[in-house]
């Protein structure tokens, strides 16, 4: 049997309606897009949309269905090869970076392979079985593994389009609000004793815990993110080149690559544009800036702080989560307004949602942290090394998935995901 992960804390019937939401999403977030489009792998770090598709319904398959229902027949035994992505327990695996040249299966049978496993789900919940609660349990991982991958079908294929001359529209333009600047400002936080973590109340993975106690000096953290204003101040005081400000990795990250703005931007007419899901649209100056690496928000962070009394720095990630344990969640998320959201920052001090935000602290295990067994226990625990955990959740994250808890993470000299910062400083 494949290892519970978590507690179960949904009922059967609140995890099949839970399975038909997510997989709707999924499949709304594919409707707009051309056979061609699945196909798009633009490096190796992203993956077509038709994987995503396909990886995130072997999830379901290799650890709820083949090991809990009698004599179940996939529709294709090398789907498993194909559409697993890093599980070693789990099998054989095609080349990560080769994952674009899967024309076979085409996208109708992705599709049917999708309907077989749901409806297979669909029955498996609805039995009268000794280990139902087991049953809710892991679709509600599935369910969480699959708006992971929502949120990076989104990243991935905005960055396979972005190297599309006509710059493609994913989801029709929405003009962005007038906006003036809004000042700087701060929150004091009185640090000392403090618990971190996932309460136990809900869903969360298993490096949100054990909760556990951390000693936090004083600290303020700023009340709104980063934003492309105080960018283009960055860029214009000669910031990406001055090395002062750099961690040695990333300045050798900086010349190697030649960064001199946030990805995806230009220069045209004497204003800054950006390339999104919506189209081309001009930088909007309050907006969170995005698409922006670690190497950068720390140098951004030491440039800030070179002109204030009391420096800046990045929050670490007790300081993020302690200072924003109690404000409700609710911002700008995959799934607001219309259904897909904005898929773009939008302008205002918010902490959920718009963009992740890039803080001091390393993806490591907290204190008592042990991987389950099996499989699924390589979901987390095998990535706690090399990466930086960010915060906050972004306007590509379901709101579904959002928690004070929720660490994501990833390298310092990546870019293609919705990441931004947000300055913290000694008090």
Same mark, same amino acid.
């Given at each position: 049997?494949?290892?519970?992960?978590?507690?179960?804390?949904?009922?059967?019937?609140?995890?099949?309606?839970?399975?038909?939401?997510?997989?709707?999403?999924?499949?709304?977030?594919?409707?707009?897009?051309?056979?061609?489009?699945?196909?798009?792998?633009?490096?190796?770090?992203?993956?077509?949309?038709?994987?995503?598709?396909?990886?995130?319904?072997?999830?379901?398959?290799?650890?709820?269905?083949?090991?809990?229902?009698?004599?179940?027949?996939?529709?294709?035994?090398?789907?498993?090869?194909?559409?697993?992505?890093?599980?070693?327990?789990?099998?054989?695996?095609?080349?990560?970076?080769?994952?674009?040249?899967?024309?076979?299966?085409?996208?109708?049978?992705? !599709? #049917?392979?999708?309907?077989?496993?749901? +409806?297979?789900? *669909?029955?498996?919940?609805?039995?009268?079985?000794? @280990? &139902?609660?087991?049953?809710?349990?892991?679709?509600?991982?599935?369910?969480?593994?699959?708006?992971?991958?929502?949120?990076?079908?989104?990243?991935?294929?905005?960055?396979?389009?972005?190297?599309?001359?006509?710059?493609?529209?994913?989801?029709?333009?929405?003009?962005?609000?007038?906006?003036?600047?809004?000042?700087?400002?701060?929150?004091?936080?009185?640090?000392?004793?403090?618990?971190?973590?996932?309460?136990?109340?809900?869903?969360?993975?298993?490096?949100?815990?054990?909760?556990?106690?951390?000693?936090?000096?004083?600290?303020?953290? !700023? #009340?709104?993110?980063?934003?492309?204003? +105080?960018?283009? *101040?960055?860029?214009?005081?000669?910031?990406?080149? @001055? &090395?002062?400000?750099?961690?040695?990795?990333?300045?050798?990250?900086?010349?190697?690559?030649?960064?001199?703005?946030?990805?995806?931007?230009?220069?045209?007419?004497?204003?800054?544009?950006?390339?999104?899901?919506?189209?081309?649209?001009?930088?909007?100056?309050?907006?969170?800036?995005?698409?922006?690496?670690?190497?950068?928000?720390?140098?951004?962070?030491?440039?800030?702080?070179?002109?204030?009394?009391?420096?800046?720095?990045?929050?670490?990630?007790?300081?993020?989560?302690?200072?924003?344990?109690?404000?409700?969640?609710?911002?700008?998320?995959?799934?607001?307004?219309?259904?897909?959201?904005?898929?773009?920052?939008?302008?205002?001090?918010?902490?959920?949602?718009?963009?992740?935000?890039?803080?001091?602290?390393?993806?490591?295990?907290?204190?008592?942290?042990?991987?389950?067994?099996?499989?699924?226990?390589?979901?987390?625990?095998?990535?706690?090394?090399?990466?930086?955990?960010?915060?906050?959740?972004?306007?590509?994250?379901?709101?579904?998935?959002?928690?004070?808890?929720?660490?994501?993470?990833?390298?310092?000299?990546?870019?293609?995901?919705?990441?931004?910062?947000?300055?913290?400083?000694?008090?």
């Amino acid at each position: 049997m494949t290892p519970l992960p978590h507690p179960s804390s949904l009922a059967p019937s609140e995890a099949q309606t839970l399975l038909e939401r997510t997989r709707a999403r999924t499949a709304a977030l594919a409707a707009p897009l051309a056979p061609e489009d699945m196909m798009l792998q633009s490096m190796e770090d992203a993956s077509p949309a038709k994987w995503h598709l396909a990886h995130t319904t072997w999830f379901f398959e290799e650890f709820i269905l083949k090991p809990r229902v009698a004599n179940y027949v996939s529709p294709d035994d090398r789907f498993a090869f194909l559409f697993n992505s890093y599980y070693v327990q789990a099998g054989p695996r095609h080349a990560r970076d080769k994952r674009g040249l899967i024309s076979r299966p085409g996208c109708e049978a992705v !599709a #049917d392979y999708r309907a077989h496993v749901e +409806d297979a789900l *669909a029955s498996l919940l609805a039995a009268a079985r000794d @280990d &139902a609660d087991e049953i809710a349990a892991l679709v509600e991982l599935g369910c969480h593994h699959e708006m992971q991958h929502q949120e990076l079908l989104v990243t991935d294929l905005l960055h396979g389009l972005s190297f599309n001359p006509l710059l493609p529209v994913y989801r029709e333009p929405k003009p962005l609000p007038v906006t003036s600047e809004t000042p700087l400002t701060w929150t004091r936080h009185d640090g000392g004793l403090r618990e971190i973590g996932h309460d136990g109340r809900g869903f969360a993975y298993d490096c949100e815990g054990p909760r556990h106690r951390v000693f936090l000096e004083p600290y303020e953290i !700023a #009340d709104r993110p980063v934003t492309n204003r +105080d960018w283009i *101040a960055f860029m214009e005081d000669g910031g990406y080149g @001055d &090395a002062r400000h750099w961690l040695m990795d990333g300045h050798a990250v900086r010349e190697r690559e030649g960064w001199d703005h946030p990805l995806y931007w230009w220069r045209q007419d004497d204003a800054w544009w950006t390339y999104t899901l919506r189209g081309p649209q001009p930088v909007a100056l309050d907006a969170p800036v995005v698409h922006v690496s670690y190497y950068e928000a720390d140098a951004f962070a030491r440039w800030a702080g070179s002109s204030m009394e009391r420096g800046a720095r990045l929050p670490t990630e007790a300081e993020h989560e302690t200072a924003f344990a109690d404000t409700a969640i609710a911002g700008n998320f995959l799934d607001e307004g219309d259904g897909l959201g904005m898929m773009r920052p939008m302008p205002g001090p918010g902490i959920w949602g718009g963009v992740w935000e890039w803080t001091a602290s390393p993806f490591t295990p907290y204190p008592g942290f042990r991987a389950p067994d099996g499989a699924l226990g390589e979901y987390n625990g095998k990535f706690m090394v090399n990466q930086m955990v960010l915060r906050g959740g972004s306007c590509a994250t379901p709101r579904d998935q959002m928690r004070p808890s929720y660490r994501t993470f990833f390298y310092p000299h990546q870019r293609w995901q919705m990441m931004g910062l947000r300055l913290a400083r000694d008090a």
